[in-house]
């Protein structure tokens, strides 16, 4: 009973007038940002340009505005769409793109999922990488057990290497000059989710490169 009630509220979801489903099929590598839009502000377009710079592809839900909707991942379930079916058929690994707000984490990036192989690959690029004030986590034990992504049924999991659940706070999403979220709203690009973007593509190379992986 629980389950088909979840299944109506996501096809409702995505059956929504101001919700776009878009899929985008370049590589065997994916990102993924099924919250993307006005809920977790940003998380789709950073998806978006990484997927693109790395032709990997893309699996991503935007709400327009001031649509705030909020289905857990673990009930994006690919039965209930075809967009999801053909992607979950295109990747073998992905990165699911999201964000979080917690006044003890609050500048922290966290990497969870069940591909720890990728989720340290990545931690190693943004520890270098980004700006110090941000940290950044990919040991489970400091991660909240809510932000670990580990249930088998998430989509982050479900490719056959599934795959790394990066959380993203929202210092890090949000443009201080321009007083809204980076890339929301026509606002410009802020300057840390310009480098987090460039991060991620060369770390996503670097791994696809050492992995012997290919376009198809």
């Given at each position: 009973?629980?389950?088909?009630?979840?299944?109506?509220?996501?096809?409702?979801?995505?059956?929504?007038?101001?919700?776009?489903?878009v899929?985008?099929?370049?590589?065997?590598?994916?990102?993924?940002?099924?919250h993307?839009?006005?809920?977790?502000?940003?998380t789709?377009?950073?998806?978006?340009?990484?997927?693109?710079?790395?032709?990997?592809?893309?699996y991503g839900?935007?709400?327009?505005?001031?649509?705030?909707?909020?289905?857990?991942?673990?009930?994006f379930?690919?039965?209930?769409?075809?967009?999801?079916?053909?992607?979950?058929n295109?990747?073998?690994?992905?990165?699911?793109?999201?964000?979080y707000?917690?006044?003890?984490?609050?500048?922290?990036?966290?990497?969870?999922?069940r591909n720890?192989?990728?989720?340290?690959?990545?931690?190693?690029?943004?520890?270098?990488?980004?700006p110090?004030?941000?940290g950044?986590?990919n040991?489970?034990?400091?991660i909240?057990?809510?932000l670990?992504?580990?249930?088998?049924?998430?989509?982050?999991?479900?490719?056959?290497?599934?795959?790394?659940?990066?959380?993203?706070?929202?210092?890090?999403?949000?443009?201080?000059?321009?007083?809204?979220?980076?890339?929301?709203?026509?606002?410009?690009?802020?300057?840390?989710v310009?480098?987090?973007?460039?991060?991620?593509t060369?770390?996503?190379r670097?791994?696809?490169?050492?992995?012997?992986a290919?376009?198809?």
């Amino acid at each position: 009973m629980w389950i088909a009630i979840v299944n109506v509220v996501l096809r409702n979801l995505l059956a929504h007038p101001e919700v776009s489903e878009v899929s985008e099929f370049r590589g065997s590598f994916g990102l993924m940002a099924f919250h993307g839009g006005n809920l977790e502000r940003t998380t789709d377009v950073i998806a978006a340009t990484v997927a693109e710079r790395t032709a990997a592809s893309f699996y991503g839900v935007i709400q327009a505005p001031p649509l705030r909707r909020h289905v857990p991942s673990i009930h994006f379930d690919p039965a209930h769409s075809p967009k999801l079916t053909a992607f979950m058929n295109r990747v073998d690994t992905v990165v699911a793109v999201h964000g979080y707000g917690r006044e003890d984490l609050f500048a922290d990036v966290l990497l969870g999922g069940r591909n720890r192989a990728l989720a340290d690959h990545l931690a190693h690029y943004l520890k270098a990488g980004l700006p110090k004030q941000y940290g950044v986590i990919n040991d489970l034990d400091e991660i909240p057990v809510g932000l670990r992504g580990l249930h088998p049924a998430k989509p982050v999991n479900l490719p056959v290497n599934a795959g790394v659940q990066l959380e993203l706070p929202p210092t890090l999403r949000w443009n201080r000059d321009a007083r809204n979220w980076s890339d929301h709203e026509n606002t410009p690009r802020a300057p840390q989710v310009a480098l987090l973007i460039d991060v991620l593509t060369e770390a996503i190379r670097k791994w696809e490169w050492s992995t012997g992986a290919t376009t198809p």
